[in-house]
Nanobody, 125 residues
């Protein structure tokens, strides 16, 4: 069974850090690019970070640049999102998603083939 498992969300104070993990089962990240998306209340789901299957292409949104970092461990089929200097506006449900073929970067949500269940990140002021 193909699955993505995202974890690591929680409650943190502004300025704090969290690390999200996304682990694949039933397929391998060797063949798929991985994106981290988030959806805040009353807002659309947006891609904030993307890494290609080879790790040679990465993209991030301006809103997280300098604070968030993506990394991958393809041997473990796990992608991490290290989030530092968190702000209240980072509060959202975070999702990881995988796509075999990406035609634009950042990929829109409809481009993604598999989604993990969201993990809630709450940043208090």
């Amino acid at each position: 069974e193909v699955q993505l498992q995202a974890s690591g969300g929680g409650l943190v104070q502004a300025g704090g850090s969290l690390t999200l993990s996304c682990t694949a089962s039933g397929f391998t990240f060797d063949d798929y690019g991985v994106g981290w998306f988030r959806q805040a209340p009353r807002k659309e789901r947006e891609c904030i970070y993307f890494i290609s299957n080879t790790g040679t292409v990465t993209w991030y949104a301006d809103s997280v640049g300098g604070r968030f970092t993506i990394s991958s461990d393809n041997a473990e089929d796990t992608v991490y999102l290290q989030m530092n200097h968190l702000k209240p506006e980072d509060t959202a449900v975070y999702y990881c998603a995988a796509a075999e073929i990406v035609t634009t970067c950042p990929p829109p949500p409809e481009n993604m083939d598999y989604w993990g269940k969201g993990t809630l990140v709450t940043v208090s002021s």
